[in-house]
């Protein structure tokens, strides 16, 4: 049989089972991050992007199982016992432990969802399904867990999605696998829309750059950018027949997410003079005279970043030794 995979959908605070053909074959309530979605290190939200099942904890353990790094305890969760311990950040019965596979994004340094021990489980606290309540993990019922657990393998994808409403999803993007595709969509925009020079075009920078695309929902490629390693965004290309549907926002979000996350403290970018306005949506000001570049007008914008987790907010440890 076909291996599943799995959505997460924060909006809806659900998760779907879905079959090799896309179709969803179990639905579950869950509750992911009261702080929301978040990748860095200590501000307990949950991380957004493509994961995998890095191990599964606690095959054969009973209902309500009791566990703190990842080992039964020998307690049995009860309503007595968590109103005796409040506060605790119970993880009952069963774990799925995710790891990021979008380097720079949930994979890798301050952003890295293995290390911040992001975890499906069950709960005692049933009531806050639907709702955004734990401190990152996404939690479900426990009979649910028992289902979910046996029915996914090691390695099986699961994608934590922002919102369900997007028919696309915005991936950190690997040069030396994914070029291909990512030249076809700069080829059709760039050179012969509108007419960037081949070697203007393709300047040797892309091996060093950070990369995302844009797939529609059978996998085809339809925008990318790329961020450089003096913090500027560029090669920003949505395919004509996806622009107006929010693909090119997507793909500018994903790239200061990963400058955020690097360190960055400002992007920078070089608009088209006709695209300041949609820039400017996204907190982009102009930072220098229009100038031009291949026969286009184009304007110099930056973006100023604030850290990703406030200074004055020290991360707060919870229960099990976790730093999510």
């Known amino acids: 049989m076909n291996a599943p995979r799995v959505n997460v959908y924060l909006d809806r605070q659900r998760l779907d089972v879905l079959d090799a053909a ?20 200590g501000s307990e939200r949950t991380p957004r992007g493509l994961h995998g099942v890095r191990a599964k904890i606690g095959a054969g353990c009973p209902l309500n199982t009791v566990f703190v790094r990842r080992r039964p305890t020998g307690e049995t969760w009860t309503a007595e016992l968590a109103r005796e311990q409040l506060g605790r950040d119970w993880m009952l019965t069963r774990i799925l432990w995710l790891s990021g596979r979008e380097r720079g994004f949930n994979r890798g340094g301050e952003v890295d969802s293995l290390r911040r021990k992001i975890y499906i489980h069950g709960t005692g606290d049933e009531a806050t399904l639907g709702i955004p309540a734990s401190h990152g993990c996404i939690r479900m019922s426990n009979t649910g867990i028992v289902e979910l657990f046996d029915r996914l393998a090691v390695g099986t994808e699961v994608d934590i999605v922002e919102s369900s409403a997007p028919a696309f999803r915005v991936r950190v993007a690997d040069w030396e696998r994914d070029q291909a595709r990512l030249r076809l969509i700069r080829h059709d925009v760039f050179v012969l829309e509108q007419g960037v020079p081949e070697a203007l075009e393709w300047d040797g920078r892309d091996a060093t750059c950070r990369h995302v695309v844009a797939n529609d929902d059978k996998g085809a490629a339809m925008g990318c950018g790329r961020l450089l390693l003096d913090g500027s965004i560029g090669r920003l290309a949505v395919e004509r027949l996806w622009r107006g549907r929010g693909v090119g926002s997507a793909i500018l979000s994903r790239l200061v997410d990963i400058a955020r996350n690097a360190g960055f403290e400002r992007v920078v970018l070089n ?50 030794g976790k730093m999510r």
């Open 22 to 41: 896309g179709r969803i074959v179990n639905t579950y309530p869950v509750s992911t991050a009261k702080n929301g979605p978040g990748e860095r290190y």
């Open 271 to 320: 608009a088209r003079t006709d695209a300041e306005a949609f820039y400017a949506r996204h907190g982009f000001a102009a930072a220098g005279p229009e100038f031009t570049e291949a026969g286009i007008r184009h304007l110099r914008m930056e973006r100023v970043l604030p850290p990703a987790v406030t200074p004055n907010a020290a991360p707060r440890a919870v229960s099990g």
